[in-house]
């Protein structure tokens, strides 16, 4: 799909400069599908810091603790 924007010379330069592409296209593209990617990191950490998300971790609590046991048996 072939989109219109309008940008002005000097965010044109930033742009082309931010993503190093020489070309006008490409470099929205670029800039474009970064924007997106960092859009989809944040939602997917946002979800683990609330809580939907999360790792099972049932056994490692227990597993501590006997790593800490046996640790006590073999250093008096």
Known sequence: MKVTVELSDKEMGEILAFTGERKKGP???RLMEEALQQRR???V????????WGVGLDSFESDQERDRQQAQTIDP
Request: aromatic content about 8%.
């Open 27 to 29: 470099a929205i593209r």
């Open 41 to 43: 990191r944040a939602e």
């Open 45 to 52: 950490a946002q979800r683990f810091l609330s809580g939907e």
